[in-house]
């Protein structure tokens, strides 16, 4: 591998614990992303210097996560791996996938802590607690349903005002401000 090469795929191993995948799979998937032609297993055991049998492995976590295909050549009874090409359809998948682990389960507990009968005081302020977490959780969650729906470019141009959507809520906090007359 060249020099760049092997830097982008290394860096992606480092960054793979802090994303809650192991070195492998993250180094698997950068090489994979940055290759032209789908590979097999042996290909990316050879680039790598890895056991053919983590590399299995890291693929199926790959697969589960949907971020790589599995494609057949007529002819070869390999089983050939590519990323998907699409930038955004990576973020939608990865982003999806994290709710479906992360997000999805969290929200679960909590309703079902703001079921429960609060039996002292410790647990009624608990609740309350949970419950402003839940709130601000719930949020997020149906504000990343109405991103997902968006297209890619309209996503990109909602990504590029950035400052501009923060200076046009402090113009509109303002303006309630000075007709309730209350100051910011």
């Known amino acids: 591998m060249s020099a760049l090469i092997e830097s982008f795929v290394a860096h992606f191993g480092e960054m793979g614990s802090r994303w809650g995948i192991n070195r492998t799979v993250g180094q698997v998937y950068a090489l994979l992303f940055i290759s032209e032609e789908a590979l097999h297993a042996e290909d990316i055991a050879e680039k790598l210097s890895i056991s053919r049998s983590n590399v299995s492995m890291s693929l199926k976590e790959l697969e589960s996560w949907q971020i790589v ?16 090409e699409n930038v955004w359809d990576i973020f939608q998948a990865i982003a999806a996938e994290r709710r479906r682990r992360e997000i999805e389960p969290t929200l679960s507990m909590l309703r079902q802590s703001l079921i429960a009968e609060a039996e002292t005081d ?9 419950r402003e977490m ?18 890619p470019e309209s996503l990109m141009q909602l990504m590029r005002l950035g400052r501009k959507v923060n200076k046009l809520l402090l113009i509109k906090d303002r303006a309630k401000a000075s007709i309730t007359g209350k100051e910011l």
């Open 69 to 84: 295909r599995l494609i057949r050549i007529p002819g070869d009874r390999r089983e050939y791996y590519t990323s998907l």
């Open 134 to 151: 839940h709130e601000l959780a719930d949020l997020a969650n149906n504000w990343f349903d109405e991103l997902q729906r968006l297209s």
């Open 122 to 130: 410790a647990d009624a302020y608990a609740q309350k607690r949970i």
